[in-house]
């Protein structure tokens, strides 16, 4: 294989490591779960940044396929425990793990996944291993701050207490953006590259996460039933979402009015009440202007990573290109 591995290429090494994970038989309700969502798959774009990250610097990307995996079982655990913060009942056009077995069973083969990402973290080089520890450590319990903030934000009143498009923006970048951050920045400590570089791409998946939920907050209402989702969820659970948090921001007061009656109306039907707003977002531009401001993101990422100044950095800005067309 070529120094610089394509993108294919580095989806078959999680792949195959991933179908070489040993999860035991016993208990199978501890462990079918596990094997059952990472068998619906999914994009696997956290650890694919592990090693294109890596693969900036070095050869070998094969050689740091558990810890990259690690980042893969990280991001499923915390799917299994937002499914049953979100009442979603499909996730990767499959039914969540709370939906097919329970809430218990979900609890606690989340609980085992997150122990079993640490477990893959054990393959690090001893000379690396507590600083990824930390980094990893601080980056899994602001995803719990963020996931936290996320169901503040559902109990907070629309006309009292609105959420501010800077609360918003904080609570994506706790909840989604630092895992991106972390994948890229492991992926440059695994190939021995200084802090300073490591940082540098730890700024660049930050401003990629923010673009990444800013783009999922919008599927979730335009993506339709192949984005494997339930389409309008997060209006069913009156999430504060980016178009929600715009709308109400550009707004005439009768407008507010007519949402915030709307979502709160216990009368109407679920897809009665995400037609309107979603009638409300169309009049405000809201689809647009999201779009804009994910752009925004995806150049601050591109230029974060340009500022390193790696000659095979093409992979990595054309792959993240692609992804502001993505429609799951
Ligand atoms: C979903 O992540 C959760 C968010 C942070 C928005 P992905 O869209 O990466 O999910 P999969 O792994 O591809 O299913
Ligand atoms: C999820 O955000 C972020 C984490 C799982 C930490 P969402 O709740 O928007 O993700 P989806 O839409 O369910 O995938
Ligand atoms: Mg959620
Ligand atoms: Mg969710
Ligand atoms: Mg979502």
Request: net charge negative.
């Amino acid at each position: 294989m070529s120094a610089v591995y394509s993108v294919d290429e580095l989806v078959k090494i999680i792949e195959t490591t991933q179908a070489q994970l040993k999860l035991p038989g016993h208990p199978a309700l501890l462990y079918s779960p596990m094997r059952y969502i990472l068998d619906l798959g999914g994009k696997r774009l956290r650890p694919l940044l592990v090693l294109m990250s890596y693969n900036l610097f070095n050869n070998d990307p094969e050689q740091i396929a558990m810890p990259a995996l690690s980042v893969e079982l990280f991001h499923n655990f915390s799917l299994i425990h937002d499914d049953i913060m979100d009442k979603a009942p499909v996730r990767r056009g499959k039914p969540t793990v709370h939906k097919k077995w329970d809430e218990n069973v979900a609890i606690l083969s989340g609980d085992g996944m997150l122990v079993k990402a640490y477990e893959l973290l054990e393959n690090v080089d001893d000379a690396i291993l507590p600083k990824v520890l930390k980094d990893f450590n601080k980056t899994a319990i602001e995803v719990c701050e963020g996931q936290q903030l996320d169901m503040d934000f559902e109990l907070r009143s629309l006309e009292i207490d609105p959420v501010t498009e800077a609360e918003y923006l904080e609570m994506i970048r706790l909840k989604t953006s630092v895992l991106f951050g972390f994948s890229l920045k492991l992926g440059a400590l695994l190939a021995g590259q200084e802090l300073n570089t490591a940082n540098n791409l730890y700024e660049a998946g930050v401003h990629l996460g923010l673009a990444f939920q800013l783009q999922d907050d919008l599927l979730d209402l335009y993506g339709g039933e192949k984005f494997g989702k339930v389409p309008g969820g997060d209006i069913i659970n009156a999430k504060k979402t980016y178009l929600l948090v715009k709308t109400l921001e550009l707004a005439s007061q009768q407008d507010s009015l007519i949402i915030v009656e709307s979502l709160n109306n216990k009368e109407i039907s679920s897809s009665e009440k995400i037609e309107r707003i979603k009638d409300l977002y169309g009049q405000y531009n809201i689809p647009d202007i999201t779009m804009k401001e994910i752009k925004l993101h995806l150049n601050n990422f591109e230029k974060t990573v340009q500022s390193i100044g790696n000659n095979r950095s093409k992979t990595l800005t054309e792959f993240v290109r692609g992804l502001a067309h993505r429609s799951v």
